[in-house]
Structure formats: structure tokens, C-alpha cells
């Protein structure tokens, strides 16, 4: 192989374009999106405040993410909140050792029985004789984090999404996206923007891409947008049955994030509103210095209509304030991110994609390959599993 395009410039689209170029191959990115990081977005509020409009935290099992990120040069932010510990707002707040020793005993019994791990979150708990108010707090937290049912979400994300425990769980220094930027920078005028595919013709051994009103041919592609607006590209011929099934077969969830500057001093801090569906974080940033905003994050359709997300912040706003009285808002500045309106992603992340949808989209199909979160087995709706599918997408072409 000597040319490859990818399309797609989020995390899962550059990694797979620069590890390509790390072997020395052409490559050209094409990018529906005036920017590059899909939904990796960072921004800076007028009180110098970084928020993510997108994905926020690194886990502490990603370490692909942080190789990325010494290799590139750039810092972590602490942010001194811990991703595993919140504080219960709106029921009475279960027992923290019995809520760990929960946790501790549903991993021991899906390790013995990882058949039970497919089941439906809620249908799983009907199974066990739980506290309720651990039950009501454990379906928050992964319905939230899934940015889906419990109805739908499988058990086995339950200790992966829910769980309780005081790891680091960072960010990009500066903010996510420079981690995006910093992979675009070597690719310099290979990265084209606002060039959104609406064709590829391939056969055994060659692809055509069409975009933004120009053709270019090349001996591969790797493919990184989300199973959501995939459709809007017309393949000649047709992608396999089983990879259009597989896609199809997808579950996304909805999520939104609020973000509202602090007039007076913060420290770090996470209050989840069980009821509600969300929870909200202040955090640190650059030299451990407490950032001037207070960040939410609403997981699951239910979730937004309850807070009324589609009409504006208001509601949501009068929410935070019950929830964090102890915070002063500044209400003029306020910001709210939603995916389901943007034509480029149209949802969230994906939903816990099972084995068998796995394995049928990391299948490579003559030139191509698919990459993205969502093809990316146990570390799917992450950043990590962004990073890793370009890898493993580069690599069969590689071998190709």
C-alpha cells in the first residue's frame, strides 16, 4: 500500500492517519466538520475556564489514550475530582461500604457466570436481593454513564460504569482536543475540512472517494464515523451483508452537558441527582488551580426529557441550582452541548456493542476498514477505544 484516505478526523480517524504515515505511507483525511476532534471538543469560556463539549475523562485502564499523550508531548490535568466517587443527592444515600461490597460480590458472580452479564441491567438486579437505594443509585450511575437504560444497558457494565474508588481520572492538559490537534499537525494540508464523503467505490485492491465535489483514488481507506450517519455514504458496491447488519444492530444512547460559571471559589467536587439522571463536577486545572465552572452531565433520553434539554438550559439550570446551593452561578454565561442535533454524530456514543457486532466490523472488507469507538470491543464510547480502533484499522491495512 502505498496511498490511503481515511475518513474522519476525530480521535479514532487521526490515530489510524498518523500511525499510516508513521510507515510511510500517503495519506489524505477528509472531515465532513470545520475542526478536527468529532466529539472531542474543547472550549474556553470567557472567565478562562476549559470545558469539554465532548469526551471528558481518561479511565484509569487507558493507557493507550496516555501514550498517545507523552508521545505527543503534552500534560494531564489531575482535575482533583475522582470519576469514582459522588456524592448521592435525592435519595437517601446507601452505605458506602455496603455499596463496594455490592459491587465487589456482582463482580465475583459475573466472573462465575459471565452468561449473566448479557442480561438486560434491570432484569440482572430483579435477580438479586439488593438494597434499594443501592439499586436506585446503581442504575443512575450506569444509566447516566451508558447514556441509556438500564432496560437496555448489559449487566456486565454495571462494575465497569458504577464503580466506586479514588483512581486519578484526567484530562489533556489545555483540553482534550489538543490531543486531536497535536495528531492533525504533522498531516498539515492532508487534513481536509468541511469535506464530507458522500461516496466510496472500491474494489479488491482500490477505493475512490468522493468529497466535496472532487474524486481521489487510493489503495485503502479506513472509514471513522460514527454507525450513525455512516448511511449518508453511498458504497459501490454495497458494504457485506453482515457489516450493514452489524451497524444497523448499534444501540446509541443521548447525553448532554451543562456548563455554568462559578462566581466564588470552588474546590473539587461531584454530586450525582439520582432521580435526574445527572451528575455535576467542579474540578481542577492548569497548576492544580480550581477552574471557575461547574460541569453536568445528563446520561439517557429519559434524562434530557425530564430536564427538558430540547427547549434550552433553563430547566436544567433550576435543577443545579436545587442540587449545588452552594455554588454561585453565573447564569449569563451558561453553555449547553448536545450531539443528537449535530448532523455528524447524531448521538452520544454507543451503547456496550456485543461480541458478535464487534467482531463483524473489525472484519476488514477487501481495501477497507471500519474504525471508531464503537468498533472498539470493551472500550467502546471512550476516547481510548476511539484511539484504539484507528490503530487496529492502520494495522490490517498495514498487513494488507
Same mark, same amino acid.
Given at each position: 500500500?502505498?496511498?490511503?484516505?481515511?475518513? &474522519?478526523?476525530?480521535?479514532?480517524?487521526?490515530?489510524?492517519?498518523?500511525?499510516?504515515?508513521?510507515?510511510?505511507?500517503?495519506?489524505?483525511?477528509?472531515?465532513?466538520?470545520?475542526?478536527?476532534?468529532?466529539?472531542?471538543?474543547?472550549?474556553?469560556?470567557?472567565?478562562?475556564?476549559? *470545558?469539554?463539549?465532548?469526551?471528558?475523562?481518561?479511565? %484509569?485502564?487507558?493507557?493507550?489514550?496516555?501514550?498517545?499523550?507523552? !508521545?505527543?508531548?503534552?500534560? $494531564?490535568?489531575?482535575?482533583?475530582?475522582?470519576?469514582?466517587?459522588?456524592? =448521592?443527592?435525592?435519595? %437517601?444515600? #446507601?452505605?458506602?461500604?455496603?455499596?463496594?461490597?455490592? $459491587?465487589?460480590?456482582?463482580?465475583?458472580?459475573?466472573?462465575?457466570?459471565?452468561?449473566?452479564?448479557?442480561?438486560?441491567?434491570?432484569?440482572?438486579?430483579?435477580?438479586?436481593?439488593?438494597?434499594?437505594? *443501592?439499586?436506585?443509585?446503581? =442504575?443512575? !450511575?450506569?444509566?447516566?454513564?451508558?447514556?441509556?437504560?438500564?432496560?437496555?444497558?448489559?449487566?456486565?457494565?454495571?462494575? +465497569?460504569?458504577?464503580?466506586?474508588?479514588?483512581?486519578?481520572?484526567?484530562?489533556? /492538559?489545555?483540553?482534550?482536543?489538543?490531543?486531536?490537534?497535536?495528531?492533525?499537525?504533522?498531516? +498539515?494540508?492532508?487534513?481536509?475540512?468541511?469535506?464530507?464523503?458522500?461516496?466510496?467505490?472500491?474494489?479488491?485492491?482500490?477505493?475512490?472517494?468522493?468529497?466535496?465535489?472532487?474524486?481521489?483514488?487510493?489503495?485503502?481507506?479506513?472509514?471513522?464515523? #460514527? @454507525?450513525?450517519?455512516?448511511?449518508?455514504?453511498?458504497?459501490?458496491?454495497? $458494504?457485506?451483508?453482515?457489516?450493514?447488519?452489524?451497524?444497523?444492530? *448499534?444501540?446509541?444512547?443521548?447525553? /448532554?452537558?451543562?456548563?455554568?460559571?462559578?462566581?466564588?471559589?470552588?474546590?473539587?467536587?461531584?454530586? *450525582?441527582?439520582? #432521580?435526574?439522571?445527572?451528575?455535576?463536577?467542579?474540578?481542577?486545572?492548569?497548576?492544580?488551580?480550581?477552574?471557575?465552572?461547574?460541569?453536568?452531565?445528563? &446520561?439517557?433520553? %429519559?434524562?434530557?426529557?425530564?430536564?427538558?434539554?430540547?427547549?434550552?438550559?433553563?430547566?436544567?439550570?433550576?435543577? $443545579?441550582?436545587?442540587?449545588?446551593?452552594?455554588?454561585?452561578?453565573?447564569?449569563?454565561?451558561?453553555?449547553?452541548?448536545?450531539?443528537?442535533?449535530?448532523?455528524?454524530?447524531?448521538?452520544?456514543?454507543?451503547?456496550?456493542?456485543?461480541?458478535?457486532?464487534?467482531?463483524?466490523?473489525?472484519?476488514?472488507?477487501?481495501?477497507? =476498514?471500519?474504525?471508531?469507538?464503537?468498533?472498539? &470491543?470493551?472500550?467502546?464510547?471512550?476516547?481510548?477505544?476511539?484511539?484504539?480502533?484507528?490503530?487496529? @484499522?492502520?494495522?490490517?491495512?498495514?498487513? +494488507?
Amino acid at each position: 500500500m502505498a496511498r490511503a484516505i481515511v475518513v &474522519g478526523a476525530g480521535l479514532a480517524g487521526l490515530s489510524a492517519a498518523s500511525e499510516l504515515r508513521e510507515a510511510g505511507h500517503e495519506v489524505t483525511v477528509f472531515e465532513a466538520r470545520d475542526r478536527v476532534g468529532g466529539r472531542v471538543w474543547s472550549r474556553e469560556l470567557a472567565n478562562g475556564a476549559v *470545558i469539554e463539549m465532548g469526551a471528558e475523562f481518561i479511565l %484509569p485502564d487507558n493507557t493507550v489514550i496516555r501514550e498517545f499523550a507523552d !508521545r505527543l508531548g503534552l500534560g $494531564l490535568w489531575d482535575k482533583g475530582v475522582r470519576y469514582g466517587r459522588r456524592e =448521592c443527592r435525592g435519595i %437517601p444515600a #446507601p452505605d458506602p461500604e455496603a455499596l463496594e461490597a455490592f $459491587l465487589r460480590n456482582v463482580d465475583d458472580l459475573l466472573a462465575e457466570q459471565p452468561e449473566l452479564g448479557r442480561l438486560p441491567l434491570s432484569r440482572f438486579l430483579d435477580r438479586l436481593d439488593v438494597d434499594p437505594a *443501592i439499586r436506585e443509585l446503581v =442504575c443512575a !450511575r450506569v444509566e447516566i454513564s451508558s447514556v441509556n437504560s438500564a432496560d437496555y444497558v448489559p449487566a456486565a457494565e454495571l462494575t +465497569g460504569t458504577a464503580y466506586v474508588g479514588d483512581q486519578p481520572t484526567p484530562g489533556i /492538559a489545555g483540553g482534550n482536543q489538543r490531543l486531536a490537534l497535536a495528531l492533525a499537525e504533522p498531516l +498539515g494540508s492532508a487534513v481536509r475540512l468541511s469535506a464530507p464523503v458522500q461516496r466510496i467505490a472500491w474494489t479488491a485492491d482500490s477505493v475512490t472517494v468522493s468529497a466535496a465535489g472532487a474524486e481521489m483514488t487510493a489503495d485503502a481507506c479506513v472509514v471513522a464515523v #460514527p @454507525a450513525t450517519t455512516i448511511e449518508g455514504i453511498r458504497f459501490e458496491p454495497a $458494504l457485506p451483508a453482515r457489516v450493514g447488519s452489524a451497524l444497523r444492530r *448499534i444501540r446509541y444512547g443521548q447525553g /448532554a452537558k451543562l456548563f455554568v460559571p462559578v462566581l466564588g471559589p470552588t474546590a473539587p467536587s461531584a454530586t *450525582i441527582s439520582v #432521580p435526574e439522571r445527572y451528575w455535576a463536577w467542579t474540578a481542577t486545572g492548569a497548576g492544580d488551580r480550581a477552574q471557575p465552572v461547574v460541569s453536568a452531565f445528563a &446520561g439517557s433520553a %429519559p434524562a434530557l426529557d425530564r430536564l427538558r434539554v430540547e427547549a434550552g438550559p433553563e430547566a436544567w439550570l433550576a435543577s $443545579l441550582r436545587e442540587l449545588r446551593p452552594d455554588l454561585e452561578l453565573d447564569a449569563d454565561g451558561v453553555v449547553l452541548s448536545t450531539w443528537s442535533d449535530d448532523p455528524w454524530a447524531r448521538a452520544a456514543y454507543s451503547t456496550a456493542p456485543s461480541e458478535e457486532i464487534t467482531e463483524a466490523l473489525i472484519e476488514p472488507i477487501g481495501p477497507l =476498514c471500519l474504525a471508531g469507538e464503537h468498533t472498539a &470491543g470493551p472500550y467502546a464510547a471512550l476516547m481510548e477505544g476511539a484511539l484504539r480502533s484507528g490503530q487496529r @484499522a492502520a494495522g490490517q491495512l498495514g498487513r +494488507g
